[in-house]
DNA sequence: CGTATTCTCTATCGATTTAGTAGGCTAAAA
DNA sequence: TTTTAGCCTACTAAATCGATAGAGAATACG
């Protein structure tokens, strides 16, 4: 389960996806737009900023904006960020690994193996899947929908 | 993020299909041979017996076993029942559902989309995993490792 | 310059969840 | 009918999560 922090932090940039190249947005309207508490959201856009994701500006005309092109961004970067992990246990984990405490062996406890398994799959899912390509993904679906409406018009 | 319970769990499980076949085994030496504390155990146990997938028995001569063929229960069926989902967000969740509050639209969710490709990924893994499987995986890994060892001889 | 604007940072708080404990109850053997 | 061993409910401490408050620091602009 990912935490609503990191999906609030999703949120947030895929919005500045969608308004990418008209400069900063405020704090204020994010949260506005995505309805998200602007306190905490304030929070969430740190932490992306501090990890080299998003940019900010302070001052009149200032806000957050993407530090990189919507197709280098990938979903996994994020998660990593807010969660602070994709991996299912500590002990599977690349960006967070803690070794555990009850196996002897690592090498061969079969939960490790599986749940290794379970981690490279998200992974790979999550690290080849950009901001850009989420957007033209969930617009697609809306077109397809709207195909829909006009035939039975 | 798997739970600790659902970590105690599956280890649990695994060790009652290493010995399946020798009759009942009791909460204590479980507890022991795992390391898990002996009162939380108990409540896992019960758990994982109220869905169907462990069997026990009262009195002397008693315990937990496999209700099933370690070769028909799935790491899936464990951790949904201890977990409650396999899913990382619930509007993905095949068993534990809930609408999502903040996407007006859920078929056009960008982040449901990719979220759902995670859930199947990681539900394809642990419902095709059995219990038998990972005993499998685990010895021969074990196997290899002694392999090397013999040839450094 | 100085003032309005907007992000930055630290601290705190309440609610929920997690991990674990306690202790009496119930069923089955012997 | 006593012992054994799981069943069940309640409780608690600690950690995490979601959210808020408020002072501070940088930037733009008149």
Redesign the interface.
């Known amino acids: ?2 935490s609503k922090k990191t ?1 609030y932090g ?2 947030a940039l ?1 919005s500045l996806a969608r308004q990418h190249g008209s400069g900063p947005i405020l704090i204020a309207d994010l949260a506005e737009q ?3 508490p602007k306190k905490f959201l304030e929070l969430i856009l740190l932490q992306l900023k501090n990890a080299g994701i998003l940019g900010s500006r302070k001052g009149k005309g200032g806000g957050y904006f993407l530090a990189k092109d919507p197709g280098q961004i990938t ?1 996994g970067s994020a998660v990593r960020v807010l969660d602070g ?1 994709v ?3 500590p002990c599977v984990s690349e960006t967070a690994y803690q070794k555990c405490t ?1 196996c002897a ?1 690592e ?5 490790r ?3 290794k ?2 981690r490279d ?2 992974a ?3 690290d080849n ?1 950009t901001l850009k390509e ?2 033209v ?3 697609d ?2 077109k397809k ?1 709207k195909k829909v409406i006009d035939y039975s018009i």
Not at 107 to 111: D, F, K, R, T, V
Request: charged share 20%.
């Open positions: 389960m990912i999906k999703l949120q895929l995505e309805q998200i979903m992990t991996a299912p246990v009850e062996d090498e061969s406890c079969g939960i193996l599986v749940m398994d379970v799959a998200v790979d899912i999550l899947t989420v957007l993904r969930s617009s679906v809306s929908a």
